[in-house]
Every structure is written in C-alpha cells, then in structure tokens.
T-cell receptor
Framework: DQQVKQNSPSLSVQEGRISILNCDYT??????FLWYKKYPAEGPTFLIS?????DKNEDGRFTVFLNKSAKHLSLHIVPSQPGDSAVYFC??????????????FGKGTLLTVNP | GAVVSQHPSRVICKSGTSVKIECRSL??????MFWYRQFPKQSLMLMAT?????????EQGVEKDKFLINHASLTLSTLTVTSAHPEDSSFYIC?????????FGSGTRLTVV
C-alpha cells in the first residue's frame, strides 16, 4: 500500500521555465510534508517543507503548495536551472504506527532541466 | 547546521561477512535516527527507527537479527549487516531528526560479492 505517490517517474523542462512536481498521499493523518532532492549515490538533501496548517510555503525559487482536501502537494521550481536536475522525493510524516518523525517517501521524480 | 555524517560511503564485502555503517549527527543531538534502504529506481524504504539508549524499532519484514542497530549515544547510531549476502547489496541511508526537519547522511553503497 503506497501511501505517498509520485506518479510521474520523470519530467523534462527547459531552462528558465517552471518545473512542477506532483505528489499525492492517501493517509489523512499525515501532517507534515517535505521535498528532498537526491543525486545518484548520495543521500537526499532537504529542500522545503510544509505543515498541514498551511497551504503554501515559499523559499527562493522553490514553492510548495498543499491541497489537503485533494491530498495533493506540488513543488514548483521557477526559474528552473540545469543544476536542478536530480531526483525529487516527496515525503510525509505523521500518521499511525508510532513516531511522527517517520518519513514515508514517494518513489521520486527525475527532473531534467535542459539548457 | 544539522549535518549528518555517514561512513563508509562505499563498501565491498565478501558473502558471509559483517559490515558496520556509522551515522553521526555532527552539530546536534539526535535521540532518534532512522535507517533506510533504497533499491535501484525505488523509493527509500524505512528499515528501522533507532532510539538512543533503547532497542531499535524495526519495520515489518526487516530481520532484526540480520540488521543490528545500536544507538549508543545522542550523536551516533550504527547499522551492522550481519552475514551479508548478495541480496543485501543496496544503498543504505541514515537520517536524524533535527529541530525542524530530518537531515540525511550521504548514504552507503554496500556491495556483497
């Protein structure tokens, strides 16, 4: 049972354009959401997060939107840069099973930004 | 701030031997650390939650006797893969819960030959 879903395994955009990465979740107990960026053979790097009490959080070129009723969040990167090319993981915490520190990850979306 | 160091980054071992992976929080104390495993083109799967001073909590399907976790101090957790087999070859990543968000180590690529 995949509780966090990233349905697009890959996304390709032109430099300077907007990249929109989507994530859906099924567990209504999730109350904190994070986006991580990952390069091959490296650990994930934290990008941006959002609490369930908000619907938008912005940090520089990165903005995360949360639609709780639709159980959907998205990461917007604008303008996209070639250095943004990586795998982006959506993660959620909260829910049953104990510690609310546990993160449940999606499968990731490979973003390629073309010069 | 919030740096997590994981060592080694790569290890190749013979089948049947044991391998220890260390995870250290360098500038903060982490009462809880997490160990993940990632197969190629798959998500990070939580293996266990490491609690300082107590036993680790393993996820369903993870063999606790095979993946030994020790969290002896507030800054160090270790994962030992015992009697490793080729199917244990994977990318192992630790993380530590900081004040605001979870910080990950750089991962360990384990290859069992």
């Amino acid at each position: 049972d995949q509780q966090v879903k990233q349905n697009s395994p890959s996304l390709s955009v032109q430099e300077g354009r907007i990249s929109i990465l989507n994530c859906d979740y099924t567990n209504s107990m999730f109350d904190y959401f994070l986006w991580y960026k990952k390069y091959p053979a490296e650990g994930p790097t934290f990008l941006i997060s959002i609490s369930s009490i908000k619907d938008k959080n912005e940090d520089g070129r990165f903005t995360v939107f949360l639609n709780k009723s639709a159980k959907h969040l998205s990461l917007h990167i604008v303008p996209s840069q070639p250095g943004d090319s990586a795998v982006y993981f959506c993660a959620a915490s909260g829910g049953s099973g104990g510690s609310n520190y546990k993160l449940t990850f999606g499968k990731g979306t490979l973003l390629t930004v073309n010069p | 701030g919030a740096v997590v160091s994981q060592h080694p980054s790569r290890v190749i071992c013979k089948s049947g031997t044991s391998v220890k992976i260390e995870c250290r929080s360098l500038d903060f104390q982490a009462t809880t650390m997490f160990w993940y495993r990632q197969f190629p083109k798959q998500s990070l799967m939580l293996m266990a939650t490491s609690n300082e001073g107590s036993k680790a909590t393993y996820e369903q399907g993870v063999e606790k006797d095979k993946f030994l976790i020790n969290h002896a101090s507030l800054t160090l957790s270790t994962l030992t893969v015992t009697s490793a087999h080729p199917e244990d070859s994977s990318f192992y990543i630790c993380s530590a819960r900081g004040i605001v968000w979870t910080t990950f180590g750089s991962g360990t690529r384990l290859t069992v030959v």
